[in-house]
């Protein structure tokens, strides 16, 4: 004979009668940060491909002027200028909500504001995954293809445009990011190979204004050993710490990585938006790159048809690199 039992509740029994517990607890497992979407400034676009001009300098020269010298040739001052530009791309996120489920009491809950809010939430994270990309811009062309925004990944190139990897084609080679501010060695990235970068940028922008690194799971760990050391002088691993004797506590995270040639915030890239492995990193200038938009994100609420109520989420934007030698890439450690 078989005892009353709790899991057997599609045969008659005892636990045909036993209640639910179910907590008014409702958790989404993703990482929802968006640092690159966050903190662009913005600006307005008015046209599907959006365009901003460059300049740059002379090389200083160290030349003398003879006295009495008559002026006998001119400079055109404007002949370094370049035009720069990208396409927006539109983002879309739809919802809706049945009438019986609008209705019905649920964890969470599972209403249509509910629905609206989450619609909100993913189109964030599709925003930041296209700029972190290495996507290249394209136009629509009313035969499949769509209008996509060229990511930092592409931006951020040194060498010629050859279909694949390479800097865009458009981008003269004055204002290329530097080969030196790209690290992609596949080898242990160390402390001297970071404050290379910072001083590649440096040499571009000529200040010491604060960069921020956005980086990935494997490059903020990386960074954060440069507080520590490992001794492999004995048959015992060892690990030396930096510490401030005149607090009471270790740090092994860096937050503020403070340069000769200037101040990097290390901030967290979102690990399901960064391409690659967990290696990549953007060390970004934000006097150098912003966001225009064409169609701002917003909400729009379609009729209820009978079937319940429903709508979507959308806008549409562009990256903006004002000057792409201003920035630095990490992308194999």
């Not at 001009?53 to 002379?58: E, F, G, N, Q, R």
């Amino acid at each position: 004979m078989a005892f009353s039992n709790t899991y057997d509740t599609t045969n008659p029994g005892s636990a045909v009668s036993n209640r639910e517990d179910l907590k008014e607890v409702l958790t989404i497992l993703a990482p929802e940060e968006t640092p690159i979407l966050s903190s662009a400034s913005r600006s307005n676009a008015n046209a599907t491909f959006v365009e901003w001009t460059v300049d740059s300098l002379d090389a200083p020269s160290t030349e003398g002027i003879a006295e009495g010298a008559d002026v006998t040739s001119f400079a055109d001052k404007f002949s370094g200028r370049a035009r720069l530009g990208n396409f927006v791309q539109k983002f879309r996120k739809s919802f809706n909500v049945s009438d019986l489920q609008e209705a019905v009491d649920s964890v969470g809950p599972a209403k249509i504001a509910q629905a609206e809010t989450k619609a909100v939430r993913e189109i964030k994270r599709d925003m930041e995954a296209t700029l972190c990309s290495d996507n290249d811009r394209s136009q629509e062309d009313g035969a499949g293809s769509v209008y996509k925004l060229r990511g930092l990944g592409k931006w951020i190139e040194s060498s010629a445009d050859t279909g694949g990897a390479g800097a865009p084609a458009d981008v003269p080679d004055t204002f290329k990011t530097p080969a030196g501010s790209i690290f992609n060695d596949n080898n242990n990235f160390t402390e001297t190979e970071f404050n290379d970068l910072i001083t590649s940028v440096y040499t571009v922008t000529g200040n010491t204004n604060s960069l921020t690194l956005i980086a990935d799971t494997a490059l903020r760990r990386s960074i954060s050993d440069f507080a520590r050391i490992d001794d492999t002088s004995s048959t015992t691993s060892v690990r030396q710490v930096n510490y401030d004797g005149n607090t009471a506590q270790i740090t092994l995270s860096v937050e503020m990585y403070k340069s000769d040639h200037g101040m990097v915030s290390i901030v967290n890239g979102n690990p399901d938006c960064m391409p690659g492995s967990g290696e990549r990193g953007y060390l970004i200038n934000p006097e150098y790159y912003s966001l225009a938009e064409l169609i701002p994100l917003g909400s729009t609420r379609l009729p209820n048809m009978g079937g319940g109520e429903r709508g979507y989420v959308d806008g549409s934007i562009t990256l903006m690199m004002q000057h792409p030698g201003a920035h630095g890439k990490i992308v194999d450690i």
